[in-house]
């Protein structure tokens, strides 16, 4: 019976393993800093779901216009937060 729960509790671990990995997001550099953009209101990184919500947002956005989006892991994404705001990031 323990042996079984430690099958369901590897195949867990191995599923979110593997679901981490197929998560993207997209951030942004300035052209302007050579950082990537941040939410004026609490500083945190700008993360968006995907590059149609980025664009939705570089239409209000002036410093989003002037930045190159790209994609990143999740692990990749909180790497950045880390370095640059903190651990702080914000998806939009």
Do not use: C, W
């Not at 209101?41 to 002036?62: D, E, K």
């Amino acid at each position: 019976m323990v042996q079984e729960t430690d099958n369901l509790a590897d195949k867990f671990t191995y599923d979110l393993t593997e679901l981490n990995d197929s998560l993207s997001f997209i951030v942004s550099l300035s052209k302007v800093t050579g950082r990537h953009i941040k939410f004026k209101q609490n500083g945190a990184l700008a993360v968006f779901r995907n590059m149609r919500s980025f664009r939705t947002y570089a239409l209000m956005s002036q410093v989003a216009k002037d930045s190159n989006p790209y994609e990143v892991s999740l692990e990749q994404m909180k790497e950045i937060a880390n370095k640059e705001s903190e651990g702080f990031y914000e998806i939009l």
